[in-house]
T-cell receptor
Framework: GAVVSQHPSRVICKSGTSVKIECRSL??????MFWYRQFPKQSLMLMATSNEGSKATYEQGVEKDKFLINHASLTLSTLTVTSAHPEDSSFYIC????????????FGSGTQLSVL | DQQVKQNSPSLSVQEGRISILNCDYT??????FLWYKKYPAEGPTFLISISSIKDKNEDGRFTVFLNKSAKHLSLHIVPSQPGDSAVYFCAASDPGTYKYIFGTGTRLKVLA
């Protein structure tokens, strides 16, 4: 099946720094990628939809200046958590689908962000 | 407002028996449903899907049933194996938006 690679898998940073997370589709082109956030024992919350060549679409309540998304190519989307604070500590997961809207999503392995 | 709900946060089943995980949704426009399995600190792994035009889809030990009138779907795992122990999420596709909305998950524990 399709593979989505996400890096880094874990990052620990100081408060106030910025962290970039990469999401790559390895064997298919993804015009659309999604970024999710998961708090412990909670659901996957969609943060934003990343569209290749255009601006990302953010869900209500997600600060677009805080979570910068860039989808510069058909195989790469990045999420940058700017000026990270302890409350940004969470598990971030990207996903992509291979084709039409109802194709199944393939997920990256996730990034555990811990902000000290 | 949670559009996709998994009301059972956890479930324990004996090895070899059937595991039934349930999912309810509120939006009758959802047209595609998926089940994912997730281990801690890992990304979800796709298990099985079902289109709203069907009421059943089977893949090996996994069967998903969809009851559109009740806005309910369930995942059956039979026979359950200890390796099935994980958190299971159902997800529903918001038509035309490419978005999937996830339930809160059910932690399945299969006892050897």
């Amino acid at each position: 099946g399709a593979v989505v690679s996400q890096h880094p898998s874990r990052v620990i940073c100081k408060s106030g720094t910025s962290v970039k997370i990469e999401c790559r589709s390895l064997d298919f082109q993804a015009t659309t990628m999604f970024w999710y956030r998961q708090f412990p024992k909670q659901s996957l919350m969609l943060m934003a939809t990343s569209n290749e060549g255009s601006k990302a679409t953010y869900e209500q309540g997600v600060e677009k200046d805080k979570f910068l998304i860039n989808h510069a190519s058909l195989t790469l989307s990045t999420l940058t958590v700017t000026s990270a604070h302890p409350e940004d500590s969470s598990f971030y997961i990207c996903s992509a689908n291979q084709g039409a809207a109802n194709e199944k999503l393939f997920f990256g392995s996730g990034t555990q962000l811990s902000v000290l | 407002d949670q559009q996709v709900k998994q009301n059972s946060p956890s479930l324990s089943v004996q090895e070899g028996r059937i595991s039934i995980l349930n999912c309810d949704y509120t939006n009758s426009m959802f047209d595609y449903f998926l089940w994912y399995k997730k281990y801690p600190a890992e990304g979800p792994t796709f298990l099985i899907s079902i289109s709203s035009i069907k009421d059943k889809n089977e893949d090996g030990r996994f069967t998903v049933f969809l009851n559109k009138s009740a806005k309910h779907l369930s995942l059956h795992i039979v026979p359950s194996q200890p390796g099935d122990s994980a958190v299971y999420f159902c997800a529903a596709s918001d038509p035309g938006t490419y978005k999937y909305i996830f339930g809160t998950g059910t932690r399945l524990k299969v006892l050897a």
